[in-house]
């Protein structure tokens, strides 16, 4: 806890300006998408990274914990002040785009930059930054790195680890480092950045963040896919992923998603159909794209695809990807809690996967609509029942442990993008051994000896 004395200090480092600590904001601070929510004492705008650093020092000395917070966006509680203390945001000043070096093809940017913001500088100028989370609107690219964020564009481009080339960050003790280079090589010393990456606001504070960008591709098309079973769709990715062609994307929804949008949306979805996959391509000529399509059009087709359809227009793509896009708020229709899941695969075990899910909705009377990012693995998997029934949601939990359990089975993980946080902790030890969880208990005591950064997060 905080008193007065404490935040005095603050002020002195910060200005009056830059702190929160009436009971309205402390409110508004204390929730991410998860929708549980903890008070934190204070809430902190750092100007730059000295004061990063003074605060940092101060309550290490003090033992005050330190939440940082991007947009508050995350899935799994990262950004809670659980254990209380101050809530360190950066939307106010630590928010610019320092640099866009064309040359070298990398922005240099602050971490409190929405990665849509960086989006748009950087295609301004014909380059290209791929990591597009589903909520690149608001999401912070600190966020993104912590939780190594991901988006639609990662079956062809990869996630956000593969773009952090640098970062300046803040250890507990107010030291500032510096971890990587411009350089695209670089094998000096150990990993660091590498460590960061999806580290949750535990091990240090990021300042700025080095990121690779791309050539921006012209030409990108749009198809949808539509299959007798969500099984052969599978089969599909995996063949299509491996014949020859690097689809942008390829997302599907399974049949009870399909009908859930249908319903809510009434689009003309086929509600009979066992799954549809959506595929962007891109590149510069006309030929290729058409090419990367005839190819991906022949392998969907011997795999159980009854149906092909290539968007004409601009307005037909966007037709196409609103089903996917609306695929997560359309659930409700199956129940007010949602008990949902980004679990990962490899790939080829994604048939075996969904046919495994499909006997734990029937052994437990429950539906599990699935929909995601099959292009990479992920699945967001979501287990539907009545909220106010309590033992409908235990019963819930209980599915979803056989989820995870499955999961990692077939080689998976527990989480592909929404990190681990506060919700997915007490799952840790199905997915680690003792040996690997007490290796990330020692590099979370060799950053953070007093253990003030965001406590107790990722089960540390
Ligand atoms: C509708 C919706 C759709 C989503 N879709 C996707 C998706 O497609 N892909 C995906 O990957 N995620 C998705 N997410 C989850 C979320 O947006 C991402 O995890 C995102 O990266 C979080 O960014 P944020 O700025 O909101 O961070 P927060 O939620 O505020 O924080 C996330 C973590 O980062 C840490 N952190 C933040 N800033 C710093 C910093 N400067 N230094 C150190 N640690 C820091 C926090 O402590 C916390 O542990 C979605 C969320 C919503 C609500």
Redesign the pocket.
Known sequence: MIDAKHLNYFKTIVGEENIYSDTAHLRAYSY??TREHFKPDAVIFPRDEEDVSEVLKYCNEHQIII?????????TG??LPSSGGIVLG?EKHMNKILDIDMQNMVAVVQ?GVINMDLQRAVEAVGLFYPPD???QDY??L???V??N???MRAAKYGITKDYVMAMRAVLPSGDVIKAGKKTIKDVAGYNISGILIAS??TL????EITLKLLAKPKLTKTAMGVFDSVERAMEAVYKTMAGGVTPVAMEFLDNLTIKAVEKTFHKGLPVDAGAILITDVDGNLEDDLDFQLALIKKIFKQNGCLEFKIAQTKEQAADIWFARRNA?QSLSVYGSKKVNEDITVPRSVLPQLLARFDKIAKKYSVNIPCFGHTGDGNVHTNVMVDGSDAKQVEIAYKAIKEVFEVTIELGGTLSG???I?LSKAPYMSMAFTQEEINLFKSIKQAFDPNNIL?PH?MGL
């Open positions: 991410d998408a939440v940082p917070r991007g947009a508050g966006s995350g899935f990262g950004s950066f971490p989370p589903a909520s999401s912070s600190g966020g993104n912590s939780e964020a991901g988006g949750e606001g240090a504070v990021t300042t997560s993008e929404h990190g946080g965001n997060k």
